[in-house]
């Protein structure tokens, strides 16, 4: 069983230099290949100077999805594996790809961070929607058999977000399992500083409406979803704001963000899917021009 490791990276030298060395002694005959955006930090010249990595894709695209469907483009192996540059597996992942996989067309498992209080991890997270058991997955921490993610025509390119959430309901929907197994563990180190990270309200709505309708049409339960998430946000949101921490004015721009791209995502997932249903319009195939450069060194 032949193993392809992809690595999307963008700006993270430093990181993606530990989890190449992570790799290197856990799964040191995998095929690695490292799909490197518009990055400003030299992290060209430390691909190219390692003798570990077997590909460097280099795209001008800052969408980690295009970086996905990129690294799958130039693998081989008939495993597929989405490891983050910012995580480092651990021993044991290997056998765990290659164990879950022999069952499950895709697995995924934990990530340990170390945090000043100690270690935290995760869990499975499963959901029924529309009578479908959709299991998702860490996307960066992630196993598929090949032949999955060709009958799937890997990620859809539309969304900036949420591409491995629209990946895990279409496994659903062709009646592929997604397996877990706690022993395919990565792990991340760092110093949390405190600081809030702005979210983009606009498309967080745009992806959830458009993979939702995409997928499962216009119906009762995709309207309830997103007014149950648009409602729980709204009213975290009025915290903040009674808090002192949100302005009123930046409560009500949210507002329209969100209205904004549950629209927009709704209308662009009904054009995905009639009239001639495509559960993947957006995909691996669509297009053919993601690499600017590529250093082949098999």
Same mark, same amino acid.
């Not at 930090?41 to 003798?51: L, Q």
């Not at 895709?106 to 995760?122: D, I, K, R």
């Not at 549950?262 to 319009?281: C, E, M, V, W």
């Given at each position: ?96 790809? /290659? ?187 669509? /297009? ?11």
């Amino acid at each position: 069983m032949e193993l392809s490791v992809v690595v999307p990276t963008l700006n993270g030298r430093e990181e993606l230099a530990g989890c190449l060395d992570a790799l290197a002694e856990q799964v040191p005959d995998a095929e690695v290949i490292v799909v490197n955006g518009p990055s400003a930090d030299g992290t060209t010249g430390m691909v190219r100077d390692r003798s570990d990595v077997d590909v460097l894709v280099e795209i001008a695209d800052r969408s980690v999805t295009v970086a996905r469907n990129a690294g799958l483009d130039r693998s081989t192996g008939d495993i597929v594996a989405l490891v983050s540059h910012t995580l480092s597996v651990e021993a044991g992942w290997a056998e765990a790809v /290659r164990s879950g996989t022999e069952s499950h067309a895709a697995v995924t498992g934990p990530t340990h961070e170390q945090l000043t209080a100690g270690m935290t991890t995760e869990s499975k997270e499963s959901r029924t929607i529309a009578g479908r058991e959709v299991t998702y997955f860490n996307a960066g921490n992630v196993a598929f058999q090949r032949s999955a993610l060709e009958a799937l025509d890997g990620f859809d390119e539309y969304l900036e977000i949420g591409s491995s959430r629209d990946v895990a309901h279409r496994l659903a929907d062709c009646g592929y399992t997604v397996g877990w197994d706690s022993g395919m563990c990565v792990s991340r180190e760092f110093e949390a500083d405190g600081g809030i990270r702005e979210r983009d309200w606009h498309w967080k709505y745009r992806s959830l409406a458009y993979r939702l309708v995409k997928n499962y049409g216009v119906r009762p339960t995709v309207a309830r979803r997103l007014v149950s998430h648009a409602g729980s946000d709204a009213v975290e949101a009025l915290k903040g704001v009674a808090r002192g921490e949100t302005a009123p004015s930046q409560w009500l721009s949210t507002g329209r963000d969100v209205i904004g791209g549950t629209g927009l995502g709704s209308k662009d997932g009904l054009a995905a899917r009639y009239p001639r249903r495509d559960p993947n319009p957006n995909g691996r195939s669509v /297009r053919a021009d993601r690499a600017v450069a590529v250093y082949d060194w098999r």
